[in-house]
């Protein structure tokens, strides 16, 4: 059992630094606007000298970026994650997961170098231009290099925590992903208050560091020490992590020849768990949760006037999510994985309903003026229930559900194709969210109509849920195979003899 919570803890620090990774932009963007005003009353320059507007949404007033490149800067990790998440299935199958979380780490620590070595302002128009190019090549490979981490980290971790924990656990430690993920998120928004952007990316580089030094003393895991025929290793490694007890189906089942090619995942037996796999993560994805953590503070800021009080609210909403996330994580094992999934799925249906319904109906304008019919707590409700619903199940358990569902053969390439196109889905909405707001009406119908749309996938997502997605709870890999393919304990003891 020891063995477990040291490689839970180690393994963990990766999914803060993910977490930390995926926020970054939001406070840093704020800070910007905040700081574009000038301490002593003058407005920041752009590299061309020219003072930058109020409003401008820059990424920080030292670097000046434009609209467009602040916006790429906070969608290139979603790029990197896609490419990571592409190469992890050879990599993991090859070298580990132990292997691939040293990687993910050092690529961590070179891409916050790189987005701390940022050179600042320069004084003439000749280093302006110099450092400009420079900036720019050194945030495309920062946010590159640390997207590709955020892909392979979000194909291992999880499997990794999950595979060495105890059966009666597994639905907890499989959610510390996801709480270390809210954590990192948190630590962002909150050190946004008291941090400037540089001072925050040097400490993402000494956690890095930190938790690269803490992986150098966790083991790899049991199914990738039995598939290179290292048995008396992989037993070890499942005794130390779990206890005593039978361990037969994860030390014959994962043998080498059985590894999957591109023909192979669509087998049988990898049907169901890759339609699994990629449904929960297209449920995920379009419920919209990306679009609403990046644009937090821009959606607040649409419903409050003061965008002060905009952070205020986005900080609580980063607190909830680590205190709903920790509270859930007591009743995975205990309520069950598919009850909270059809929970969240509902609630998240019904929480977009309401924002939506506050974004168009909300304010009812005539010729004498405009009075506000749904009041601007109700949003702010609705944006926290939002999140409550969202951490309560669909945020953790469809990352950590691919390493119960997925063969021991195939859990590799299953959770390559699910985080790709996690993140390519999460791209997609990313990018959209502004232009598509834009074309439907602007910031109050636009945003109404998007948040209708994450409305209407949420309750195609609980039918989904419901139709196929099994209960996990308390059953061992062995009789989560036999239960996904009809077939009963013992006949999969035979074919695993075979």
Not at 16 to 32: C, D, K, N, R, W
Not at 90 to 110: E, Q, W
Not at 180 to 207: K, Q, T
Not at 415 to 426: D, E, F, G, K, R
Request: a neutral charge; aromatic letters at 8%.
């Amino acid at each position: 059992m020891e063995g477990s919570k040291d490689a839970c803890r180690g393994s963990g620090v990766g999914a803060i630094v993910l977490g930390a990774s995926l926020g970054f932009s939001s406070p840093t963007m704020a800070a910007v606007y905040n700081a574009s005003q000038g301490d002593e009353g003058r407005g920041c320059v752009d590299w061309q000298g020219h003072e930058i507007s109020e409003n401008a949404k820059m990424l920080n007033c030292e670097l000046a970026l434009s609209d467009s490149m602040s916006s790429w800067f906070g969608s290139l990790i979603n790029i990197g994650a896609l490419l990571g998440a592409m190469v992890s299935s050879s990599l993991l199958d090859r070298f580990g997961k132990r292997a691939g979380m040293l990687l993910l780490h050092s690529l961590y620590v070179v891409g916050w170098g790189l987005c701390a070595g940022a050179p600042g302002h320069a004084a003439t128009s000749l280093a302006r231009a110099v450092d400009r190019g420079q900036v720019v090549i050194m945030l495309v490979l920062s946010r590159l290099f640390i997207g590709i981490a955020v892909g392979i980290a979000c194909a291992s971790i999880p499997n990794y925590q999950v595979e060495l924990a105890p059966t009666n656990l597994r639905g907890a430690v499989g959610s510390l992903f996801q709480i270390s993920v809210v954590l990192g998120l948190f630590f962002v928004y909150l050190a946004g208050c008291f941090l400037d952007w540089r001072s925050m990316a040097v400490a993402l580089v000494v956690l890095s560091a930190g938790g690269l030094l803490l992986l150098l003393f966790l083991p790899e895991t049991p199914t990738w020490l039995a598939r290179k025929g290292r048995l008396r290793e992989a037993r070890a490694v499942l005794e130390r992590a779990r206890g005593g007890g039978a361990y037969d189906f994860e030390l014959n089942g994962p043998r080498e020849e059985q590894g999957v090619d591109a023909g192979g995942i669509l087998s049988k037996r990898c049907r169901k768990p890759l339609l699994i796999a990629v449904g929960l993560m297209f449920v995920q994805q379009w419920s919209g949760i990306n679009a609403v953590m990046f644009f937090c503070g821009s959606i607040l800021q649409s419903v409050f006037s003061d965008s002060a009080e905009a952070n205020e609210y986005s900080i609580g909403i980063q607190a909830l999510q680590v205190l709903v996330t920790l509270v859930a994580a007591r009743f995975m094992d205990s309520v069950g994985r598919r009850p909270l999934l059809l929970v969240a799925a509902l609630g998240l249906s019904l929480s977009s309903l309401s924002l939506s319904l506050f974004y168009l109906v909300g304010q009812q304008c005539d010729s004498q003026g405009c009075s506000q019919v749904i009041p601007k707590p109700v949003a702010v409700a609705s944006l926290y229930a939002y999140i409550l619903f969202f951490s309560c199940g669909m945020g953790a358990i469809p990352w950590f559900i691919l390493g119960e569902i997925s063969p021991p053969h195939a859990q590799a390439s299953i959770s390559a194709i699910a985080t790709s196109v996690n993140w390519i889905l999460s791209f997609s909405i990313t990018k959209s969210l502004e232009p598509l707001t834009e074309l439907l009406g602007g910031a109050g119908e636009g945003l109404g109509k998007v948040f209708l749309f994450y409305s209407c996938v949420c309750l195609l997502g609980a039918c989904f849920i419901h139709a196929f997605v099994p209960e996990t709870k308390g059953k061992s890999f062995e009789e989560i195979q036999a239960m996904l393919h009809g077939e009963s304990a013992e006949k999969q003891d035979l074919k695993t003899a075979a």
